[in-house]
């Protein structure tokens, strides 16, 4: 799989609500929102968490690649309501994904 095709598959099963941590390399680590979670039973705790309480459904803005990263900017519909203005980055070793680094896009409100 390219690296374009790992992150919408990534993608598409988030907003399916299916698992995401059998994509990941078995030494994995996530980086963003000021967290860092490292290897894939870390990371399966992790999206259980985030999967059963803020259920993310992403909707894929863009996707952009270079060489075996895969830039996704996505808009992500919380459970609470709530829209988050995402940027993730993978890095892709084989067809896992090896990083996952996520930075928020959303602007502040200018008051």
Do not use: W
Not at 70 to 88: I, N, R, S, W, Y
Request: net charge negative; proline share 4%; hydrophobic share 40%.
């Amino acid at each position: 799989m390219t690296p374009e095709e790992i992150a919408r598959d990534y993608f598409g099963r988030m907003c399916a609500g299916e698992r995401v941590d059998d994509m990941f390399t078995d030494d994995a680590e996530l980086r963003g929102f000021g967290n860092r979670v490292t290897g894939k039973v870390a990371i399966a705790e992790m999206y259980k968490g985030v999967q059963d309480n803020a259920i993310p459904r992403p909707e894929i803005v863009d996707i952009t690649t270079a060489g075996n990263r895969a830039f996704g900017e996505v808009k992500v519909a919380l459970a609470d309501g709530t829209f988050l203005h995402v940027v993730d980055v993978f890095e892709i070793e084989g067809d896992l994904i090896k990083s996952l680094t996520y930075f928020n896009a959303d602007y502040p409100n200018a008051d």
